[in-house]
């Protein structure tokens, strides 16, 4: 049985596009979905939150602790040994509450690679292959309003950067640009998103496991 962590943010999480927080069952997010495809081949961890960034701090209340940075090295400790990680992380760094630009970003998940590349989790080296995960095509007049603005012409360009960035550093890429996300919404996969992301990653794993 192969170990691949998913470090992720709402979208990965599950988060309900329209809801406030409410979150889709295990089997409907796409990681349940991707562990019922693969069944005994894989074990899928979750790691996923919502609001995560990459390594940026969101000082709004309630939304403390966001920052993937910090919290990484300890989740690739705890989970030793992974045989793979998905990164899905970088579309809530262009939130209009930040100023990052998409090469900004990319530049930002370069450092996160080069940790997973280099962490030894409790003193052990071990191979592990990382998988980096494209964002969606926001919405800019989604529920999300303010928030958003202007993110989707970043989110087109952030999809640049990370193929820019995966082929330099020689991972994964999972492109799921293509896959569209609930309109109403305007930044999550609603139930049939799920299902595509889904395939998407499964066939993206092959040669993985």
């Not at 030793?80 to 990164?87: E, K, M, Q, R, T």
């Not at 492109?175 to 609930?182: H, L, N, S």
Request: overall charge negative; charged content about 20%.
């Amino acid at each position: 049985m192969k170990n691949i962590l998913i470090y992720g943010d709402s979208n990965a999480w599950g988060l309900i596009p329209t809801t406030k927080f409410e979150r889709y069952s295990f089997e409907k997010r796409w990681p349940g979905i991707v562990q019922t495809m693969l069944g005994s081949q894989v074990n899928i961890i979750e790691e996923n939150l919502c609001a995560r960034t990459v390594d940026s701090d969101d000082l709004r209340p309630g939304f403390e602790n966001r920052n993937g940075m910090a919290e990484l090295p300890m989740c690739l400790d705890s989970h030793y040994p992974l045989d793979a990680v998905i990164l899905s992380l970088g579309l809530n760094e262009l939130k209009s509450i930040y100023e990052w630009t998409p090469m900004q970003v990319a530049e930002k998940m370069r450092c996160m690679i080069d940790c997973v590349k280099t962490r030894q989790p409790n003193f052990h080296s071990h191979s592990t292959q990382i998988v980096l995960m494209t964002q969606p095509i926001v919405v800019d007049t989604g529920q999300w309003g303010e928030l958003w603005v202007g993110a989707g012409e970043k989110s087109k360009l952030l999809h640049d950067e990370y193929a820019i960035l995966a082929r330099s550093m020689n991972i994964g890429l999972i492109d799921v640009t293509d896959i569209a996300v609930d309109s109403r919404d305007g930044v999550h996969f609603d139930n049939a998103g799920h299902c595509a992301v889904a395939q998407v990653v499964v066939q993206a794993l092959g040669d993985i496991i």
